[in-house]
C-alpha cells in the first residue's frame, strides 16, 4: 500500500524551523509581521483566520487581524490596505476571500503593495511565476511542491497531471512542477479522456471539489497522489480522491485532512519569513521559495 504522505508532521516540521529564522531576525531587531484582513461572517473564512492568526504568533510573528462588517464599502477596504501597505512593521498582508459580492476581488487583491502580497494572487506575482522569476508563491500549490520534492526528489521529466485550472491552485501548481521540469498536463471540466490522462501521471495532483472524484483506477501503479480537495460530506471532511482504494495502488498519497490543509497555512508563514527577508535586504530564507 501507498506510503502516506503526512502533512501535519511536515507542516509542524516546517513551522519550528520558521521559528528558528523568525529568533534570529528578532536578535537583529527585525520582528515579522502578518496582517489578515477579514470582510464579512463567512464562517469557514473565519476559521481559517482564527486558525492562521493562532499559527502566525506561535511562530513569534507579529500578528493583526483586521475584520470588518460585510457592508463596508470597497473604498473603505482600499484605504485599509494602503495604510498596511505604508506600514513598514507589516511584512505580509493576506485579504481573505471570497470577498462579498460588492467587491471587486480582483481590484481589492491588486491593490496589495507585490512584496507583501504573501498569497501570490497579485498579477505582478502571477506574472513573476509564469516567467519563473523570483515570486511570492501561492500558499497551497508551494505546500503541494514542497511535499513532493521531499518524497520524490527531481520531478525532472516527470509526468504531472493537475486536474482543476482555478488562479489560486490549478494554475500555480502546474508552474511550479514546470518550473521543476516535470511534463505537464492540466485537465478541467471539459477535459476529455480525463481518465486515460490521469492514468499516464507519475504525479497527480486533484484540485476538484468533488468527494471521491478520483478512482482508483484512475491512478497509475506507484503515482505519487496530492489531494488538495476539502469537502464536507456525512462522513466528514474528504478529498476530492476515493482515498480508501487509491491507497492500494498509489506510491504515496497525501491524506485528508492532515496532508495539503496543514501545509498550506505552514507556506503562509514561510511566505511571509520571505517578504520579510526581502524588505530587508537580506537572502531568501533556506528551504521555503520554489
Ligand atoms: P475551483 O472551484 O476554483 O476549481 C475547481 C476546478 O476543478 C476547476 O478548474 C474545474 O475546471 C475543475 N473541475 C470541476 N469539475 C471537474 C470535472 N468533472 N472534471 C475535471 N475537472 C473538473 O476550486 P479551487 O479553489 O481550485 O479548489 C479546489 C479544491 O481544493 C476545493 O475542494 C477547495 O476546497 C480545495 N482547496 C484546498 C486548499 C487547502 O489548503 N487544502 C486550498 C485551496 C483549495
Keep these: 500500500t501507498a506510503h502516506i504522505i503526512d502533512g501535519k508532521a511536515f507542516a509542524a516540521n516546517l513551522r519550528s524551523r520558521i521559528a528558528t ?8 531587531g527585525i520582528t515579522p509581521g502578518l496582517a489578515v484582513v477579514l470582510v464579512g461572517e463567512d464562517p469557514a473564512s473565519q476559521v481559517y483566520v482564527r486558525s492562521k492568526g493562532k499559527m502566525t504568533v506561535e511562530v513569534g510573528m507579529n500578528s493583526w487581524q483586521h475584520k470588518l462588517p460585510a457592508d463596508t464599502p470597497e473604498a473603505d477596504l482600499l484605504a485599509l490596505i494602503d495604510t498596511l501597505n ?13 470577498l462579498p459580492g460588492h467587491m471587486d476581488e480582483s481590484a481589492v487583491i491588486n491593490s496589495i ?19 519563473g522569476q523570483k515570486a511570492m508563491v501561492p500558499c497551497t500549490p508551494l505546500g503541494c511542491l514542497m511535499m513532493l520534492r ?10 504531472a497531471v493537475v486536474i482543476g485550472r482555478s488562479n489560486i491552485v490549478g494554475k500555480p501548481m502546474a508552474q511550479l512542477l ?15 479522456d480525463l481518465e ?20 482508483a483506477d484512475w491512478i497509475k501503479p ?11 460530506t456525512d462522513d466528514g471532511l474528504v478529498g476530492d480522491v476515493d482515498y480508501a482504494e487509491a491507497v492500494k495502488v498509489a506510491g504515496a498519497i497525501t491524506p485528508v485532512p492532515g496532508g495539503v490543509g496543514p501545509m498550506t497555512i505552514a507556506c503562509l508563514l514561510a511566505n511571509t519569513l520571505t517578504a520579510t527577508a526581502r524588505a530587508n535586504g537580506l537572502p531568501d530564507p533556506e528551504g521555503l521559495t520554489p
Design 21 to 28: 529564522q523568525v529568533s534570529a531576525l528578532k536578535e537583529r
Design 86 to 98: 505604508n506600514d513598514p512593521a507589516v511584512n505580509g498582508i493576506l485579504v481573505q476571500l471570497p
Design 113 to 131: 503593495a507585490p512584496e507583501k502580497d504573501v498569497d501570490g494572487f497579485t498579477l505582478l506575482n502571477v506574472g513573476l511565476l509564469a516567467t
Design 150 to 159: 521531499d518524497h520524490l526528489g527531481s520531478l525532472s521529466g516527470k509526468r
Design 178 to 192: 514546470l518550473r521543476d521540469s516535470a511534463t505537464v498536463t492540466i485537465a478541467h471540466s471539459r477535459t476529455t
Design 196 to 215: 486515460a490522462i490521469c492514468r499516464e501521471a507519475d504525479i497527480l495532483v486533484a484540485a476538484v471539489g468533488r468527494a471521491h472524484f478520483v478512482k
Design 222 to 232: 506507484g503515482a505519487t497522489v496530492i489531494d488538495v480537495g476539502i469537502n464536507r
